[in-house]
């Protein structure tokens, strides 16, 4: 058989960077049941402007695959291509397997859906055949026993691949109310052996993706065994290898200096700590199983070792509210920088705790799907819900006073609107202490052309190079700025 892998792609901060890793570990399983794959993995490798809508169902009908397989969160699902692209394949007879965190979420709905074939919930490493020979529609697969290598090698535009995705071990023991990573990667933390077989998979990547200059470690809870994730330093560190290394996030209470020295010298620049609310309520709401003062000591140890923090915070949790908000704003605010702060307004996960605690209260209706957030150039978000204690409106609000008061710079990219609202809303105030103190120019002159290079078109270009030359007799910012339309996407 040909199979055809479809990630559809969503706008965040990865786009035309990191590629999905589950579609390219089934594709493993796929080439070792002796059938072709290609990956179109559109997060990745986004196709060029104005071709978005119209590339897959174009390259379905080039390939003629026997089976297409989507990996898709609920923002994808909801897509108008996403819909056209089902339409096309069950007018053409071609099979669809559906998986990702919409299947895990919404299988029940889906499975009454006659254009998916199958809905895969669970690890798919070396379960093609499993799968193929299923006559369940709705297949759960649980945990896999093996770890496959991920094929990156079969995705389309492979080569230029520059960040390069590792699970050095999967699940998290802890099962807070908001979190969705236990239901789709399970609650038994899993540690891969780090033998051979672990250490070729990252020999592989200078012959097989020459472009690479980076290493992810996705782990939902990478110090769950603390030693296990030294080791893995150690060695990586002791082996030479030219990548540096980024974490995806860690707990505090699963550090110490010891960890933080090994990450400092694997290259690790920033350091993502779940911290969600600093509200004691809603946080105890939570059920994290550690404390904010564990959180507090842990942040001030990531920076006392040359590394910045990365706070992240969300905004609407169960319990929440605009004084839970302020509090958690003033806790932020007592850390020097650097540091980074990013604020989410929550997006309830159907199945966890956290969900039905909105449709318990009748805030959401079950089966509720989350709009689309994450759009940077579109900030603030637009709140999402409303509920009795924070309305969509204020938890709008609630994020762009947040952002402004922790010095963001990326609100340049959304300066109109941002205007607009601090005018109408009465934040002129802290909008002229945001433009006098954020630094603005260094995101401008860094940030900004990495994000188009990757493929995000994220400003016009005659509003940035309006923005540029506010800021050209900066001392601080160089003479040799940047030029927006100098560089192709």
Same mark, same amino acid.
């Given at each position: 058989?040909?199979?055809?892998?479809?990630?559809?792609?969503?706008?965040?901060?990865?786009?035309?960077? #990191?590629?999905?890793?589950?579609?390219?570990?089934?594709?493993?399983?796929?080439?070792?049941?002796?059938?072709?794959?290609?990956?179109?993995?559109?997060?990745?490798?986004?196709?060029?402007?104005?071709?978005?809508?119209?590339?897959?169902?174009? #390259?379905?009908?080039?390939?003629?695959?026997?089976?297409?397989?989507?990996?898709?969160?609920?923002?994808?699902?909801?897509?108008?291509?996403? /819909?056209?692209?089902?339409?096309?394949?069950?007018?053409?007879?071609?099979?669809?397997?559906?998986?990702?965190?919409?299947?895990?979420?919404?299988?029940? %709905?889906?499975?009454?859906?006659?254009?998916?074939?199958?809905?895969?919930?669970?690890?798919?490493?070396?379960?093609?055949? /499993?799968?193929?020979?299923?006559?369940?529609?709705? %297949?759960?697969?649980?945990?896999?026993?093996?770890?496959?290598?991920?094929?990156?090698?079969?995705?389309?535009?492979?080569?230029?691949?520059?960040?390069?995705?590792?699970?050095?071990?999967?699940?998290?023991?802890?099962?807070?109310?908001?979190?969705?990573?236990?239901?789709?990667?399970?609650?038994?933390?899993?540690?891969?052996?780090?033998?051979?077989?672990?250490?070729?998979?990252?020999?592989?990547?200078?012959?097989?993706?020459?472009?690479?200059?980076?290493?992810?470690?996705?782990?939902?809870?990478?110090?769950?065994?603390?030693?296990?994730?030294?080791?893995?330093?150690?060695?990586?560190?002791?082996?030479?290898?030219?990548?540096?290394?980024?974490?995806?996030?860690?707990?505090?209470?699963?550090?110490?200096?010891?960890?933080?020295?090994?990450?400092?010298?694997?290259?690790?620049?920033? #350091?993502?700590?779940?911290?969600?609310?600093?509200?004691?309520?809603?946080?105890?709401?939570?059920?994290?199983?550690?404390?904010?003062?564990?959180?507090?000591?842990?942040?001030?140890?990531?920076?006392?070792?040359?590394?910045?923090?990365?706070?992240?915070?969300?905004?609407?949790?169960?319990?929440?509210?605009?004084?839970?908000?302020?509090?958690?704003?003033?806790?932020?605010?007592?850390?020097?920088?650097?540091? %980074?702060?990013?604020?989410?307004?929550?997006?309830?996960?159907?199945?966890?705790?956290?969900?039905?605690?909105?449709?318990?209260?009748?805030?959401?209706?079950?089966?509720?799907?989350?709009?689309? /957030?994450?759009?940077?150039?579109?900030?603030?978000?637009?709140?999402?819900?409303?509920?009795?204690?924070?309305?969509? /409106?204020?938890?709008?609000?609630?994020?762009?006073?947040?952002?402004?008061?922790?010095?963001?710079?990326?609100?340049?990219?959304?300066?109109?609107?941002?205007?607009?609202?601090?005018?109408?809303?009465?934040?002129?105030?802290?909008?002229?202490?945001?433009?006098?103190?954020?630094?603005?120019?260094?995101?401008?002159?860094?940030?900004?052309?990495?994000?188009?290079?990757?493929?995000?078109?994220?400003?016009?270009?005659?509003?940035?190079?309006?923005?540029?030359?506010?800021?050209?007799?900066?001392?601080?910012?160089?003479?040799?700025?940047?030029?927006?339309?100098?560089?192709?996407?």
């Amino acid at each position: 058989m040909k199979v055809l892998l479809w990630k559809p792609g969503v706008y965040d901060s990865t786009r035309g960077e #990191l590629p999905t890793i589950g579609l390219a570990i089934l594709a493993t399983s796929i080439i070792n049941s002796g059938h072709d794959v290609i990956i179109a993995d559109h997060h990745f490798s986004p196709p060029p402007a104005g071709q978005e809508e119209t590339a897959f169902i174009e #390259l379905m009908e080039r390939e003629k695959p026997d089976l297409i397989g989507i990996s898709a969160v609920s923002h994808e699902w909801r897509m108008e291509r996403v /819909q056209k692209a089902l339409d096309a394949a069950h007018q053409s007879g071609i099979p669809v397997w559906v998986g990702g965190p919409h299947a895990v979420a919404f299988w029940d %709905i889906m499975e009454k859906d006659e254009r998916v074939s199958k809905v895969v919930i669970g690890e798919a490493d070396g379960r093609f055949e /499993q799968i193929l020979q299923s006559d369940e529609k709705v %297949i759960r697969l649980g945990r896999s026993e093996v770890f496959n290598e991920p094929s990156f090698s079969h995705m389309i535009d492979g080569e230029n691949l520059i960040t390069y995705p590792l699970f050095v071990s999967r699940g998290c023991h802890y099962n807070c109310t908001f979190c969705a990573a236990t239901k789709v990667f399970g609650s038994r933390w899993r540690g891969r052996a780090l033998e051979d077989a672990f250490w070729g998979e990252l020999d592989q990547i200078a012959v097989n993706h020459p472009k690479c200059n980076l290493i992810a470690i996705i782990d939902d809870a990478f110090t769950q065994d603390l030693e296990h994730a030294k080791n893995f330093l150690k060695e990586y560190l002791r082996r030479g290898y030219p990548y540096k290394v980024s974490v995806f996030n860690v707990r505090a209470d699963y550090i110490d200096d010891e960890f933080l020295s090994l990450l400092k010298q694997t290259g690790v620049e920033t #350091l993502a700590v779940g911290i969600e609310t600093a509200d004691p309520e809603v946080f105890r709401m939570l059920r994290k199983g550690e404390k904010l003062e564990t959180i507090e000591k842990a942040i001030r140890m990531i920076q006392k070792v040359g590394i910045t923090p990365w706070m992240n915070m969300v905004i609407g949790l169960p319990g929440d509210n605009p004084e839970a908000h302020q509090r958690s704003i003033e806790w932020v605010l007592q850390f020097d920088q650097p540091r %980074i702060v990013q604020w989410l307004i929550f997006t309830p996960f159907r199945g966890t705790p956290a969900y039905e605690y909105f449709v318990d209260k009748g805030e959401i209706e079950d089966g509720y799907i989350p709009e689309f /957030q994450g759009r940077y150039e579109m900030l603030p978000d637009d709140g999402m819900f409303d509920s009795k204690d924070f309305s969509r /409106q204020a938890k709008s609000l609630a994020q762009l006073e947040a952002y402004l008061r922790c010095y963001t710079p990326i609100l340049i990219l959304s300066d109109k609107k941002v205007r607009k609202l601090c005018k109408e809303h009465g934040m002129w105030d802290l909008y002229e202490k945001w433009r006098a103190n954020a630094p603005i120019a260094n995101f401008l002159e860094n940030t900004v052309p990495q994000k188009i290079k990757k493929g995000q078109e994220i400003m016009a270009p005659e509003d940035y190079n309006s923005i540029l030359s506010e800021f050209k007799n900066d001392k601080e910012f160089p003479t040799d700025a940047f030029v927006y339309k100098s560089v192709a996407p």
